[in-house]
């Protein structure tokens, strides 16, 4: 079965990096591509770019550009999302998940990002 | 970018009502338009796909309609576990967006 599996809850200072993985399992890992997807206290989803897991092509939203990084690691199935110069508004949940044929059919369980001094 | 409009953002309503929510685009889109609900703490899960595509496993109560610019999400007879958020989402175009939600709850 499908699952995208995250790493765990950080707690990061104000300019700091933060850097989010998301493991893929249960499909061929190069055969979809990969959004992230962000969630801010009590508020709707935040579209924040995709990744193309077989050639590394990546697609971001101009609110984070110069700022995401999305990169991906074939040998481990696992994507990652480095957002930096973190501030107090970047507190939110951050999610991966796999595109199919453009909408998206499987999500990670969330990655909460704190950022406070 | 393409803007959407969802409404409405707050829907108070009973076990087995029928409930609509819209989703309006500020240009068209075709059909690719999918349809997500979320509880408190969980991650989003997928309800329907293009406009109105069941996802395997959904219940057959959730259906989507519309094409263009207007879509909608019905959902027949609510039952208890439907008591969420909804959120459109179009895949026409970079950057993907979403609507604002819409918080289905008890009356």
């Known amino acids: 079965q499908v699952q995208l599996v995250q790493s765990g809850a950080e707690v990061k200072k104000p300019g700091a990096s933060v850097k989010v993985s998301c493991k893929a399992s249960?499909?061929?890992?190069?055969?979809?591509?990969m959004h992230w997807v962000r969630q801010a206290p009590g508020q709707g989803l935040e579209w924040m770019g995709i990744?193309?897991?077989?050639?590394?092509?990546?697609s971001y939203a101009q609110k984070f550009q110069g700022r995401v990084t999305m990169t991906r690691d074939t040998s481990t199935s696992t994507v990652y999302m480095e957002l930096s110069s973190l501030r107090s508004e970047d507190t939110a949940v951050y999610y991966c998940?796999?595109?199919?044929?453009?909408?998206?059919?499987?999500w990670g369980q969330g990655t909460l990002v704190t950022v406070s001094s | 970018v393409i803007w959407m409009t969802q409404s409405p953002s707050l829907l108070s309503a009973s076990t087995g009502d029928r409930v609509t929510i819209s989703c309006r685009m500020s240009?068209?889109?075709?059909?690719?338009l999918a349809w997500y609900q979320q509880k408190p703490g969980k991650a989003p899960e997928l309800l329907i796909y293009?406009?109105?595509t069941l996802q395997s496993g959904v219940p057959s109560r959730f259906s989507g309609s519309g094409s263009g610019t207007d879509f909608t999400l019905t959902i027949s007879c609510l039952q208890s576990e439907d008591f969420a958020t909804y959120y459109c989402?179009?895949?026409?175009?970079?950057?993907?967006?979403f609507g604002q939600g819409t918080k289905v709850e008890i009356k």
């Open positions: 998940a796999r595109a199919s044929s453009g909408w998206i059919d499987y």
């Open positions: 249960g499909y061929t890992f190069t055969s979809y591509y």
């Open positions: 990744i193309n897991p077989s050639g590394g092509s990546t």
């Open positions: 240009q068209g889109i075709s059909s690719y």
């Open positions: 293009a406009a109105s």
């Open positions: 989402q179009q895949y026409y175009s970079f950057p993907r967006t």
